[in-house]
T-cell receptor, first 109, second 117 residues
Framework: RKEVEQDPGPFNVPEGATVAFNCTYS??????FFWYRQDCRKEPKLLMS???SGNEDGRFTAQLNRASQYISLLIRDSKLSDSATYLC??????????FGAGTRLTVKP | GAVVSQHPSRVICKSGTSVKIECRSL??????MFWYRQFPKQSLMLMAT?????????EQGVEKDKFLINHASLTLSTLTVTSAHPEDSSFYIC?????????????FGPGTRLTVL
């Protein structure tokens, strides 16, 4: 079993749609959690950190459930520019980051 | 602007040659840098942790004699792929952690695409 698991997708949604991505992790000692965005042939870039209380940044909402070892990302009112691969990232500690395989999103006009 | 740079961005080489990739942290010092490899449509896989002034820590299955890491200064780590073969063709990405009090953020370099013919 992979340490960080994501549904690879692809998710193909129309502009304006709401889409949710899920991620599970197996190491219960993991310390912090993130969603990164990776565009084709580019490096990953931090989208947002994920906190137990849930956090929102504009159209993006992230949730963490430590008991279930589950992380989610919700994107509302999808834009064409949201098309990318979204990586669930878990920090084991000492910045030892473990990546999910990513969920690919395509937003269509 | 970019806080971590990598050079070169793209390399095409013949099988059997060695390739050196540089990773630099800009405007901050990084005692630890990380090297990842990403094959097409797969996730980033941590190869090794580069420690300034000491030996790198390699992940299981990564050959330390093939992937030489040198972290000679607080702003520079190098990865040398020795005797590269076509199966080493991949996207190599480094990262460095910028510390800021209780908060730290990991920044990734733009990556180096290696193609071994």
């Amino acid at each position: 079993r992979k340490e960080v698991e994501q549904d690879p997708g692809p998710f193909n949604v129309p502009e304006g749609a709401t889409v949710a991505f899920n991620c599970t992790y197996s190491n219960s000692a993991s310390q912090s959690f993130f969603w990164y965005r990776q565009d084709c042939r580019k490096e990953p870039k931090l989208l947002m950190s994920v906190y137990s209380s849930g956090n929102e940044d504009g159209r993006f909402t992230a949730q963490l459930n430590r008991a279930s070892q589950y992380i989610s990302l919700l994107i509302r009112d999808s834009k064409l520019s949201d098309s990318a691969t979204y990586l669930c990232v878990v920090n084991r500690g000492n910045n030892d980051m473990r990546f999910g395989a990513g969920t690919r999103l395509t937003v269509k006009p | 602007g970019a806080v971590v740079s990598q050079h070169p961005s793209r390399v095409i080489c013949k099988s059997g040659t060695s390739v050196k990739i540089e990773c630099r942290s800009l405007d901050f010092q990084a005692t630890t840098m990380f090297w990842y490899r990403q094959f097409p449509k797969q996730s980033l896989m941590l190869m090794a942790t580069s420690n300034e002034g000491s030996k790198a820590t390699y992940e299981q299955g990564v050959e330390k004699d093939k992937f030489l890491i040198n972290h000679a200064s607080l702003t520079l780590s190098t990865l040398t792929v020795t005797s590269a073969h076509p199966e080493d063709s991949s996207f190599y990405i480094c990262s460095a952690t910028r510390l800021a009090g209780n908060y730290n953020e990991q920044f990734f370099g733009p990556g180096t695409r290696l193609t071994v013919l």
